[in-house]
């Protein structure tokens, strides 16, 4: 384990996983010569990929390809966990993995550097993934080369489940789907991260309207509602209904000193006797109930989909 301030991330002598502390509130980056994922480990930070922006909490991370360009920013210093897989390293680890439905064109005539997850650049959400970054950047951690093989195969696991997301959004061509997948993947993420963010005795949960959420996906409100449900197979409104339930649901149970009617306002229930009624709906108990329980961990109501960070995570 290494763990640096100002090595260059993007250099192929660095170690397999790096932690590196950002220097005035500022991650610097570069040109990334190898396939990696970053992780903030201590709070929000923000990433810009080839201009695309990408706002990242600790339970997600990004993924880089060679050539990407990118930096870090932070409203201040961050620890970032970072991991490094060279062609070699993906082809080793990956080759007893991978089945012909991984590949676009027949296997043999895919080199190494084919062989990589061909996840987009930008964030992802994936609980396994996190903690293995996580846990590479733990002093006490085994050596980082044990955590290489389970890496690659969550993030070939990942791939397919993000490969599978993307054949159901509506378009004719392979790459307009992943498009049209990367959108609304974005404003499934912003929906997780705003209902994260409440905490006591903080401001209340964002407006999560549709017009919000299609503005996030650069899309119209019409096309963005079709293609959030051919993806994820619930609408936008039930999805965000069943995220603040879910939230309030995490609050109930880890912020005892927090009032059931605060509760239901942070998450954005106005009405405390609507907030009563959807939970009673949803989980089978009044708010009270859930007081001192264990943080539930619970499956969303969507396609098969990495959980929002902060579900089962104790706020």
Do not use: K
Request: aromatic share 6%; proline share 10%; net charge positive.
């Amino acid at each position: 384990m290494t763990t640096c301030a100002d090595a260059d991330p993007s250099s192929p002598a660095s170690p397999p996983f790096v932690v590196r502390v950002a220097a005035a509130g500022v991650a610097r980056g570069g040109i990334a010569s190898a396939h990696g994922v970053q992780m903030p480990l201590d709070g929000p930070a923000r990433w810009r990929i080839d201009g695309t922006v990408a706002d990242v909490v600790p339970g997600a991370f990004v993924w880089l390809r060679p050539g990407d360009r990118y930096d870090a920013y932070a409203a201040e210093p961050r620890r970032i966990a970072e991991a490094w897989l060279a062609d070699d390293v993906l082809a080793t680890r990956l080759a007893p993995l991978l089945t012909d439905d991984d590949f676009a064109e027949p296997r043999a005539s895919c080199d190494a550097a084919r062989l990589a997850p061909p996840l987009h650049p930008g964030r992802h959400d994936d609980a396994t993934v996190a903690a293995l970054l996580a846990a590479a950047a733990d002093d006490a951690s085994p050596a980082a080369d044990a955590l290489l093989a389970p890496l690659c195969a969550a993030l070939l696991a990942l791939h397919r489940v993000e490969s599978a997301l993307a054949r159901r959004a509506p378009g004719v061509r392979p790459a307009t789907r992943r498009d049209i997948y990367g959108r609304v993947e974005r404003a499934r993420q912003l929906v997780c991260d705003a209902l994260g963010a409440v905490r006591p005795g903080g401001a209340p949960a964002p407006r999560l309207d549709v017009a919000t959420l299609a503005g996030a996906a650069f899309m119209s409100p019409f096309h963005f509602v079709r293609a959030f449900h051919a993806v994820y197979g619930v609408t936008p409104q039930a999805f965000v209904a069943a995220c603040r339930l879910e939230r309030a649901r995490v609050l109930l149970a880890t912020e005892p000193a927090m009032p059931v009617r605060a509760v239901g306002v942070a998450v954005g229930f106005a009405n405390p006797s609507a907030f009563a009624r959807a939970f009673h709906r949803r989980f089978g108990a009044p708010p009270r109930a859930m007081r001192g329980a264990v943080a539930p961990v619970v499956e969303m109501a969507l396609a098969p989909r990495p959980r929002c960070a902060w579900i089962g995570a104790g706020a």
